[in-house]
């Protein structure tokens, strides 16, 4: 299934901060253990989206971004460049094959493209 959200990321700097943060304010399972090379940590809600914190470098951006499923991010890309949106980071390879994508819409809000590995 294409177009639709599937993942949930918040992005910080201090996982503990934020881990205690979230699991005292919404009851959330939050999982997982930092090192100082990366640092991905899900969060289990409930949902059927899936969701983590991420811990991010002094230089990349916070925020809480989605990800939105596509069948293919080159050709996601190039449509949204046609319509305003600008790539802020361009497809690069993920996990399992997989790739992402980051953009900003005509009105700066940023988001995450996935492309699912194909079988």
């Given at each position: 299934m294409s177009n639709i959200f599937n993942w949930i990321e918040i992005r910080t700097r201090d996982l503990e901060k934020a881990k205690k943060f979230y699991e005292s304010v919404f009851g959330w399972e939050i999982t997982g253990k930092e090192n100082k090379d990366?640092?991905?940590?899900?969060?289990?809600?409930?949902?059927?989206?899936?969701?983590?914190?991420?811990?991010?470098?002094?230089?990349?951006?916070?925020?809480?971004?989605?990800?939105?499923?596509?069948?293919?991010?080159?050709?996601?890309?190039?449509?949204?460049?046609?319509?305003?949106?600008?790539?802020?980071?361009p497809k690069t390879p993920s996990v399992?094959?997989?790739?992402?994508?980051f953009l900003t819409d005509p009105e700066g809000n940023a988001f995450g493209l996935w492309e699912e590995h194909r079988k």
């Open positions: 990366y640092a991905y940590w899900t969060i289990s809600s409930g949902s059927k989206i899936g969701s983590g914190i991420w811990r991010m470098p002094v230089n990349e951006p916070l925020g809480v971004y989605v990800y939105i499923v596509v069948d293919d991010i080159e050709t996601t890309l190039k449509r949204v460049e046609e319509l305003g949106g600008k790539i802020s980071q399992d094959g997989c790739f992402m994508a």
